[in-house]
């Protein structure tokens, strides 16, 4: 059957063979691509899927992961000829082959949840469709309850795709069908046309296909080139489990993926034979290879989870190119005419890559994207994933990464790279301006702070100030920006007449058009100054490089600030970034898992490598980490054994709390300053929390502050809507609250919360036992193994890695899935709510940093030998109580971690010191409980 190109989109079905569009450019450009395309050099010509194949087979690779042995390997595409696809779609339909009926099983139960995912007048671009069986069902909820959805459907051999695709038109007429036929370098110059929104079908557990750095790059290359702010792109990933489901999967027993995998030798044979009878059609070519000779072999990767498929040689062999093309070969590539096979010897084919829970969240934070939501089948044993592209990130592809050898740290540049400027750039202005809109700038969403259009100036101001100070030029105009945005206000709740100095309010603020004007000529200075400092070579005197590290994290810090303040506005009013999935409410509680630390005196807090007075105006040394004042000087702590959970409070867990106090009349609790009573309104973190069925700003405590209903529903606070505590997986979130809150349930519970010293131990020691994979050995019995104590014997076998990495201010060890740096516009669940199977990663999902700060029991006071930054003195010397009121409640308690919020650079440094008054409601920090241990 012939097909006809076109480039026209109408309303109909139609079949684009975009190879044609893709042979044409080649001849041009010179370019090649895996198709039927020919290209020459001088009178021989060979199509660059037989240049790939040589290439293949003349070069022998070892499988990522592995040192040994080396392979010879055949280009995967082309398993998929007409008989390919045929035998492919037979697989499916074996008992063993489970991936295909759990990604069955998740698209009949969860129709419903995708297809609310995908907006009217939009485009659904499939990747590989295959038959078309699976989509069948999501195709027909779009038909009966979409308007204007057209589908692309993309896959390498016509006849299949066109007789599928001819099919579907004729049955769900309220759809538009195309049908593109190529490979998806071929196909994507085709749907960059398209404008309206896109959602990406990825099924089928195709990515399990690549190697997790060619997943990314191929992934980041869509979001980079081809998707607008919020189009979505849904990934079927096959999950860790048990080996021997895996290993049957792959060996059925009628033998249907043996013969798969072998007739890639028969479509080799073709591909061959139709080019040398289309270079003399007298010639006559014998078989490339006798498939007789050869076998199919698969073996399972436990450790790095994979299988991999090889063709085996039962037999010395043999591969003789024909002659109309061997001397080109034998020219072009360098090797012989006759490649010898010898018996036993494996050819790679392809591999599929099975995924630990954690492997969403990974893949959308190295590729630009967010993780919005997840389907399971009820096994556990394949997901459906959401992905979204995000308005912007804080630039996840630059974190840390943990050292190759574990004795040799590796930090990031002292001072933020361009790269890294403006993605914070965009995060802000993603709050700023799109989020509040122009027309909000003026509100005061909380007393205790100035209107939002103070932080619009402030944000420049400031470091229009610290780069006056960098570069030694003047201030930028209007000079009295300066003035008018340099410092804002933090009052004391209890009495808000006390304040430190802060900047004077000027009686009108300026026109929000001249703010901005004067932000980005700020932001030119700024990119001036890098331009010079990380491009040409510069050198930079360590006092002008840490006012521009300064400025940096101070906007980064105040990102949260912002967002915190968003959040208390009326939900009506806030304009969501971006569309996000929150996951139904499932039957899943997080593991109540205990970590235990013998403690000692040697507990390392604080920063050693930062010092302004000593280091002042020297060139800024090589590998030099900044730290705020309070970070200073570093010092030794004792602390005695104690017990630790590895997750924070959830929603969930304190609204049992609540429910339990609210029925006893008797309840207290204890502060330092003696016994108090706490009134139910007191503990309802309400700044949080807003009832889901009304949609004004509404508190969780009546006018009167008597009771809360706690019959009703509540909705937790986000920039994309308020998801339902008791119906979604909101109700797994860590719970927000203050200090106050947090040790009333502590001390309800029986427990406290863990001090400074304990929960910095705790963060690293735990993060880096994951690291090495020390936590596994801890999954029988979480409750009584000492973590510390296991790291003691791991590290001992390591040789020269030392415990100096509690000397290190950065913490590399933290999750790649950590949700921080805005991975989410909100939230997750603290724990997994996949089933765990054999060999998945069970526990890899606790964590001590991201989602939200936590409190500790430790009062925001100086280390001994502190002294106030000389180039910001007020940083945190005005928020120390005075020494005369150690004895008693402080104002403020310092919070550790770091939450969704949270920029990647402030988060993993462990010695970061956060802090906010004990009562204050509005902060992003969540709690988990601590105890002493004998």
């Known amino acids: 059957?012939?097909?006809?190109?076109?480039?026209?989109?109408?309303?109909?079905?139609?079949?684009?063979?975009?190879?044609?569009?893709?042979?044409?450019?080649?001849?041009?450009?010179?370019?090649?691509?895996?198709?039927?395309?020919?290209?020459?050099?001088?009178?021989?010509?060979?199509?660059?899927?037989?240049?790939?194949?040589?290439?293949?087979?003349?070069?022998?690779?070892?499988?990522?992961?592995?040192?040994?042995?080396?392979?010879?390997?055949?280009?995967?595409?082309?398993?998929?000829?007409?008989?390919?696809?045929?035998?492919f779609d037979r697989i499916t339909y074996q008992p063993e082959y489970y991936l295909t009926s759990c990604e069955l099983e998740i698209l009949s139960a969860h129709t419903q949840s995708i297809i609310d995912n995908i907006p009217n007048n939009s485009d659904i671009i499939e990747l590989g469709c295959g038959s078309l069986r699976k989509t069948e069902i999501i195709l027909n909820a779009i038909n009966k309850h979409c308007k204007g959805v057209s589908y692309y459907a993309i896959d390498v051999m016509p006849k299949p795709l066109h007789s599928s695709m001819s099919m579907l038109a004729s049955k769900f007429i309220n759809i538009t069908f195309t049908a593109l036929c190529g490979t998806y370098d071929e196909v994507m110059p085709h749907l960059r046309k398209s404008i309206r929104p896109k959602t990406i079908l990825w099924l089928g557990s195709s990515i399990g296909n690549y190697h997790s750095s060619e997943a990314i790059g191929f992934l980041a290359g869509l979001v980079r080139d081809f998707l607008a702010i919020d189009d979505a792109i849904i990934i079927g990933m096959d999950m860790k489990k048990d080996s021997n489901v895996i290993w049957d999967a792959y060996n059925d027993a009628k033998g249907v993926t043996a013969a798969f995998e072998l007739n890639i030798l028969s479509h080799i044979n073709h591909i061959i034979a139709e080019h040398v009878a289309l270079l003399d059609p007298n010639a006559s070519s014998d078989p490339v290879f006798d498939q007789d000779k050869f076998i199919y072999y698969g073996e399972y990767d436990k450790a790095i989870g994979r299988f991999d498929s090889f063709l085996e040689a039962r037999q010395d062999t043999v591969i003789s190119w024909p002659p109309a093309i061997a001397a080109y070969i034998g020219k072009l590539y360098k090797c012989k005419n006759d490649m010898v096979i010898k018996r036993g010897e494996r050819i790679h084919i392809e591999s599929s890559y099975k995924y630990s829970s954690s492997a969403p969240e990974v893949l959308a934070q190295f590729t630009g994207l967010t993780f919005s939501a997840i389907w399971t089948d009820r096994r556990g044993y394949y997901t459906l994933n959401l992905f979204r592209k995000p308005y912007a990130m804080m630039l996840h592809s630059l974190r840390m990464t943990p050292p190759a050898s574990l004795d040799k740290w590796s930090t990031q540049a002292a001072v933020p790279k361009i790269a890294e400027w403006k993605a914070l750039w965009e995060t802000w202005d993603m709050l700023m301006l799109q989020v509040i809109g122009h027309d909000k700038l003026l509100v005061r969403p909380i007393d205790l702070r100035h209107p939002f259009i103070f932080y619009l100036g402030h944000i420049p101001a400031f470091a229009d100030i610290q780069m006056t100070a960098a570069d030694s030029a003047p201030l930028s105009e209007p000079l009295i920006f300066a003035q008018w945005f340099e410092r804002g206000i933090d009052p004391k709740m209890d009495d808000p007449t006390s304040c430190h100095s802060h900047s004077e309010v000027p009686s009108e603020w300026p026109p929000v058009e001249k703010i901005i004007a004067y932000r980005d000529r700020v932001r030119v200075r700024i990119t001036k100054w890098l331009e010079c400092y990380l491009q040409s070579g510069c050198k930079s005197s360590y006092d002008a490089a840490r006012h521009v590290w300064m400025a940096f994290e101070h906007e980064a810090l105040h990102v949260e600030t912002l967002l915190y303040m968003v959040l208390q506005m009326n939900p009506e009013d806030i304009c969501a970034p971006a569309t996000c999935t929150i996951s139904p409410m499932v039957l899943a509680w997080p593991d109540e898992a205990w970590l235990s630390f013998a403690g000692g005196n040697d507990i390392v807090l604080g920063n050693t490598c930062d010092n302004e007075l000593q280091l002042h105006s020297k060139l800024l040394p090589p590998g030099h980490i900044f730290g705020w004042d309070n970070e200073c000087p570093s010092t030794n702590v004792t602390i005695k054994p104690f017990r630790i959970r590895t997750q924070p409070i959830t929603n969930i867990e304190y609204f049992d709390f609540l429910r339990e106090f609210s029925t006893n009349d008797d309840c207290v609790t204890k502060s330092s300053g003696g016994s108090i009573a706490i009134v139910l309104q007191d503990l309802v973190p309400k700044s949080w929390i807003v009832l889901t069925n009304n949609t004004a700003h509404a508190s969780s405590v009546s006018d009167t502050g008597e009771h809360v209903s706690l019959a009703a529903d509540y909705g937790v606070r986000t920039v994309v809507g308020t998801p339902s505590i008791k119906s979604t997986e909101a109700s797994l979130w860590p719970v927000a609250v203050s200090e106050i809150q947090a040790e009333a349930y502590a001390k309800w519970h029986g427990n406290r919360l863990p001090t400074e010293a304990e929960w910095t131990h705790a963060a690293r020691t735990y993060h880096l036992a994951r690291a090495m994979d020390a936590i596994l050995s801890l999954t029988t019995n979480f409750s009584i193994t000492a973590v510390d104590t296991h790291l003691d014997r791991l590290l001992a076998s390591q040789g020269t890695v030392a415990k100096s990495y509690t000397d290190c201010p950065f913490d590399m060890f933290v999750p790649s899935d950590a949700n921080i740096g805005f991975a989410h516009l909100h939230p997750v669940a603290v724990s997994s709510t996949l089933s765990s199977n054999a060999d998945a990663d069970k526990v890899g999902d606790a964590t001590f940093v991201g989602n939200t700060w936590e409190w500790t029991a430790t009062p925001f006071y100086p280390f001994n030998g502190f002294i106030a930054s000389p180039m910001y003195p007020g940083y945190s010397a005005d928020f120390f109580d005075p020494p005369e009121a150690y004895d008693h409640d402080s104002t403020h308690y310092v919070i550790k971690g770091g939450s969704y919020a949270t920029h990647p650079r402030i988060a993993k440094r462990q010695t970061f010191r956060n802090w906010y008054q004990r009562g204050y409601p509005y902060v992003l920090a969540s709690f988990r409980l601590c105890e002493d241990a004998s």
């Open 1 to 87: 059957m012939n097909f006809k190109a076109t480039d026209d989109f109408v309303n109909a079905y139609q079949f684009i063979d975009c190879r044609i569009t893709a042979a044409a450019s080649a001849s041009t450009s010179g370019s090649s691509t895996v198709s039927s395309t020919l290209i020459s050099t001088g009178s021989q010509c060979l199509p660059p899927i037989i240049t790939q194949l040589v290439k293949c087979l003349s070069t022998h690779k070892t499988l990522p992961g592995t040192l040994l042995p080396e392979y010879r390997s055949l280009p995967n595409v082309l398993l998929y000829d007409n008989a390919g696809l045929e035998y």
